[in-house]
């Protein structure tokens, strides 16, 4: 259920109805104790979030880029395989 909640929050971000700034408000407490599940599904997803929005933060990233990465983890065929699949 989590990494359905966070590519639905996820997707309000990248389509432009909620800024950054509020998924991170939502998304930083909802992932904070998250460990690895069998799955593995939000575990793996919510890491490449914390890793892309680091690197946003360094300064690695411009928010349009980072928005462009996210779009990709929306999909519900990319489960937080992201660095699989986007990389």
Same mark, same amino acid.
């Given at each position: 259920?989590?990494?359905?909640?966070?590519?639905?929050? !996820?997707?309000?971000?990248?389509? +432009?109805?909620?800024?950054?700034?509020?998924? =991170?408000?939502?998304?930083?407490?909802? %992932?904070?104790? !998250? #460990?690895?599940?069998?799955?593995?599904?939000?575990?793996?997803? %919510?890491? =490449?979030?914390?890793?892309?929005?680091?690197?946003?933060?360094? +300064?690695?990233?411009?928010? =349009?880029?980072?928005?462009?990465?996210?779009?990709?983890? #929306?999909? %519900?065929? %990319?489960?937080?395989?992201?660095?699989?699949?986007?990389?």
């Amino acid at each position: 259920m989590l990494a359905q909640d966070i590519r639905s929050r !996820l997707s309000r971000y990248v389509s +432009g109805e909620s800024s950054l700034e509020q998924f =991170e408000d939502w998304f930083l407490p909802a %992932a904070w104790n !998250l #460990t690895p599940d069998p799955d593995g599904e939000a575990y793996d997803l %919510a890491s =490449e979030l914390w890793l892309r929005l680091a690197e946003y933060d360094n +300064g690695d990233w411009s928010e =349009e880029e980072l928005r462009r990465f996210f779009r990709k983890l #929306t999909k %519900a065929d %990319a489960p937080g395989r992201a660095s699989r699949a986007g990389s």
